[in-house]
Each structure stands twice: as structure tokens, then as C-alpha cells.
């Protein structure tokens, strides 16, 4: 395989990479070969295949950076096709058109589509974060931990107890994003705990 890095052997390539490949591959192999003359080579090309392809979680095994690149890979590889598969990847549902996703979610003990999808640009501007949250159904999508630290936090606000609020800020601010905007709303809750002060570290 040719790289901006150099010549590198199909062997030395991630399992993911490899995946991928296979599918690639495989689907130009089964639509070329399928249709083919002896003489003459393909009598369909892989571009001009107007059929349907189904794939069963396309995406699995892949880095997250890959996960998306394979569906927008699929899409120019089968551009007359239609491609039908599932995914239980956030980046994919991403970056697809919302005519091409449908998100299905239970209610009620039925199977329906989730309408918060239907709009005019998808989920291209959405966070990975809101897509598990509202089109994946993932109830929480932080962990214990924090969960713990921010009910304490929010313990000692209403007790006015501020050694118990800074002893939970401590703790978020060593788990939290460097990025994060709840440092600084939780800086901005802290004021007036306790003696009045601005309690800031």
C-alpha cells in the first residue's frame, strides 16, 4: 500500500484498515466478477452498479477517525447503489445526510423512528455526545464517578458548606476536560458559599 509514509505491506496494516480493505475489495470482486464476460472483463463496473448492497455494521473494528471515512468511502465507491447497512456509531450517523439515516428507537414496547432526526442538515452539527444521548437512547454518558462528585457538589451548595464544595471542585477539576465549560460554571456556583468569599483555586 502506498502512503505519505512510504511503501507498506497489506500485513503491517491495522485489523481496522484490513476490515476495510476486505469490504472494499470484496464488494468490487462479488459485483465485478459476478458480472462478467470471459472475454471482455466486466460487464458492470462497481461505479455503474445500480443494485443493493446490505452491511451488517460496516463500521466495527474501526478507529473512530475510520468510522466515517468508510461510510463516505462506500457512498463514492457505490455512487448509483443503495447501500443499506446499520451502525452503532455516533461519527457515521454524523456525517450522514438526514435522508439516509434512519434512527430507530423503543417506545412504548414498539419500534418506531426517532423524530429528532428529520431535519434539514441531520446530526452534521451535532456532538457525539448528543448523538448517544438523543438518537442512541445511552440514558448517561458520563460516568460514576463524576456523577458522584457532582451530586456532592451540588450537596454542599445547599447545605452552604463550602470545605464540602471545594473538596468535590478539587476533583473535577483534575477529571474535567482542559476545555471544559462546567470548570468554570462550577466556579461562577462556588460564589457567596460559606463566608461570602470568591472561592476560586
Excluded at 476495510?20 to 466486466?42: A, T
Excluded at 471544559?180 to 468569599?197: A, F, P, T
Amino acid at each position: 500500500i502506498q502512503t505519505p509514509l512510504g511503501e507498506i505491506e497489506l500485513e503491517q496494516l491495522s485489523s481496522g484498515y484490513i476490515a476495510m480493505l476486505i469490504v472494499l475489495l470484496g464488494i468490487i470482486k462479488d459485483i465485478e466478477y459476478r458480472y462478467k464476460d470471459s472475454q471482455n472483463g466486466p460487464l458492470v463496473k462497481v461505479e455503474e452498479f445500480s443494485g443493493v448492497v446490505v452491511i451488517d455494521e460496516m463500521d466495527v473494528h474501526l478507529h473512530p477517525t475510520m468510522q466515517a471515512q468508510m461510510y463516505l468511502a462506500l457512498k463514492k465507491l457505490l455512487p448509483n447503489a443503495q447501500v443499506i447497512t446499520s451502525t452503532h456509531s455516533p461519527h457515521v450517523i454524523q456525517v450522514a445526510k438526514p435522508s439516509e439515516i434512519i434512527p430507530l428507537v423503543r417506545k412504548d414496547g414498539k419500534v418506531c423512528v426517532n423524530p429528532l432526526v428529520n431535519r434539514e442538515y441531520g446530526c452534521q452539527g451535532w456532538t457525539v455526545e448528543e448523538i448517544l444521548a438523543d438518537v442512541m437512547n445511552l440514558q448517561e454518558t458520563r460516568t460514576q464517578v463524576y456523577l458522584d462528585q457532582i451530586k456532592l457538589f451540588k450537596e454542599g451548595l445547599d447545605q452552604d458548606n463550602i470545605e464540602k464544595v471545594k473538596s468535590a471542585y478539587q476533583k473535577l477539576d483534575k477529571m474535567l476536560h482542559k476545555d471544559s465549560y462546567m470548570r468554570e460554571v462550577l466556579k461562577i456556583q462556588m460564589i457567596g458559599v460559606g463566608d461570602g468569599q470568591n472561592q476560586e483555586n
